[in-house]
């Protein structure tokens, strides 16, 4: 989680498949993503997070925008809250986009 603090270059980081991580290091890495402007994509699918783990990352997701890529698949995460993270990543993609573009002209 430190690295994604000090790191300003990362825009992709994938923890799928670490079963052990659970909700508390998806709480911790969500901490440090609050911190981290660069991060695009993120990849926690099988990280068995359930419902806390989705909270943390609707509070993460509430915060930022650069955020517009998720995996979240094999979490055990309600329906609802699957949801609400989905608005959140489409609502941040575009802003995303419009940077991207902006970017390259």
């Known amino acids: ?12 980081l994938s ?16 901490g440090a993503l609050k911190e981290n402007n660069s991060l695009v994509a993120l990849a926690v699918a099988g990280t ?5 783990g989705g909270e943390a990352l609707l509070a993460v997701l509430e ?6 890529d998720m995996e979240l698949e094999h979490n055990r995460i309600d329906a609802g809250m ?3 993270l989905q608005k959140l990543l489409d609502a941040a993609h575009g802003p ?5 573009q902006a970017a390259a002209e």
């Open 15 to 30: 923890v799928s498949g670490n079963d052990k991580l659970g909700a508390r290091g998806i709480e911790e890495l969500c």
């Open 82 to 84: 699957l949801d609400r």
């Open 63 to 68: 915060e930022k925008s650069t955020l517009t």
């Open 96 to 100: 995303w986009l419009a940077r991207q």
């Open 48 to 52: 068995n997070c359930g419902d806390p």
């Open 1 to 12: 989680a430190a690295m994604l603090r000090e790191n300003g270059s990362l825009t992709r």
